[in-house]
């Protein structure tokens, strides 16, 4: 089995659980991915083997770099070949990014996999569902992106196993926090988001007299982050967690009441498997992608959706507003459950092995 993706963690984190799914010796699977993406740390922690090839996007990246990355491509497909007359894999499995384009071209006749996690399709995807075999998706509105119909199959968003491991109660005592009091959790992806992390410090004092906090910053902020932490009293410190980065996320999602964040494709999975109401803040800097993920939460009465540029002048008030309503947040919990698929990466990996003709989870995939 050959994996290849990369980027964001909406396309690497699946993959991951897909490849839990299919229950390979690691033997048998092989990861490629970018040249210093976020990707290769999570993939070879799991000591999963992994390789890197050149890659690197050709949409909107202007005349002065689009030579160069047309070279990266090359280098890519040509390195994509190689790995694939050596590997022989029986099937492939692509779950976005632009790394996976070069493998897909180099893959043209081996059964091939393309998952996609966000409700409309980056144009990558767009691309690569051209050379798949099948298409697995996340929500059902996906469809209206693809016209060849008879490639589709909805799946669901795949969740990581360990997200369930973590009971509201584990959650609690592991951060220390009391069961009488609601919690907030915040969290800007696996990067940080600088809008909502400047705005939240500032909200702290207010937040932290009526509720408890969790706050994943990311990296980018995480010294100012730290150093606003530090003012707080010690009674305000006992109700506010706060790390750069924490792999424990089923605990966040766990603990949390309601949670402020942006709206990547893995909302639409992991808050619905724990029922848990959003305050999401679309990334305001790229296409259309996370809007469209907040809209279908919102239609269905399980996330508002809060404008970046408005953080400043909303963001206290509508937690407040939420958190304080538990009426209202038992509705939009119970709306969000309503969308959960466990068994989402069970169906793609039954996906793939029938594509690959193994009836069984035996032998190589």
């Given at each position: ?6 980027g964001?963690?909406g396309?690497?984190?699946p ?9 390979l010796?690691?033997?048998?699977v ?9 990707e ?17 996007g ?11 990355n047309?070279w ?5 497909y ?6 694939l ?10 779950t ?5 384009f ?11 996999l393309l998952y996609?996690?966000?409700i ?7 691309a ?9 998706l ?16 909805v ?5 990581r ?6 009971s509201?109660?584990k ?6 926090f009391?069961?009488d009091l609601p919690?907030?959790?915040?969290t800007g ?9 400047k705005?939240?410090m ?5 937040w932290?007299?009526?509720m408890?906090?969790v ?8 010294e ?6 530090q003012?707080l009293s010690?009674e305000?410190?006992k109700r506010y967690?706060?790390f750069p980065?924490?792999h424990?996320m ?5 603990t ?26 679309p990334y305001p800097?790229a296409?259309?992608y996370?809007k ?15 404008q970046?540029?408005l ?9 407040l507003g939420?958190?304080?309503n ?9 709306a969000?459950?309503?969308?959960a ?14 594509m ?6 035996e032998?190589?995939?």
């Open positions: 089995m050959l994996i290849c993706a990369g964001t963690g396309g690497v984190y993959a991951i659980t897909v490849l839990e799914a299919l229950d010796d690691k033997g048998s092989l990861w490629v991915g970018g040249r210093g993406g976020m290769e740390d999570l993939v070879t922690r799991l000591e999963i083997p992994f390789t890197a090839i050149p890659a690197a050709v949409h909107g990246v202007g005349l002065k770099k689009l030579p160069g047309i990266k491509l090359l280098k890519g040509l390195s994509s070949v190689k790995i007359r050596e590997f022989k894999p029986d099937a492939l499995l692509f976005g990014g632009y790394v996976a070069p493998m897909a071209l180099a893959g043209l006749g081996k059964p091939s996609v996690p966000d409309e399709p980056a144009m990558a995807l767009k690569l569902s051209r050379f798949a075999d099948r298409i697995a996340t929500t059902d509105s996906s469809a209206a992106y693809f016209p060849n119909k008879s490639k589709l199959t799946t669901g968003y795949p969740v196993s360990d997200l369930a491991g973590w509201k109660a959650a609690l005592d592991y951060f220390g009391k069961a919690t907030l959790a915040v992806g696996s990067k940080g988001a600088r809008s909502i992390n705005v939240v500032k909200c702290l004092p207010e932290l007299k009526h408890q906090v706050h994943l910053s990311g990296h980018l902020d995480w100012e982050v730290e150093a606003n932490a003012t010690a305000q410190s967690q706060v980065y924490l424990e089923g605990a966040v999602l766990a949390a009441d309601l949670i402020v964040s942006r709206a990547g494709a893995s909302t639409l999975g992991e808050y619905p498997l724990f029922g848990l109401p959003a305050i999401l803040v800097y296409w259309r996370q469209v993920n907040a809209g279908f939460l919102e239609d269905r009465g399980a996330a508002v959706i809060l970046d540029e953080l400043e002048s909303e963001l206290l008030d509508r937690v939420l958190i304080q538990p009426n209202t947040l038992s509705r939009m919990s119970r969000m459950s309503a969308l698929t466990p068994e989402a990466a069970h169906m793609i990996a039954a996906l793939i092995y029938d690959a003709g193994t009836p069984g989870r032998g190589k995939a």
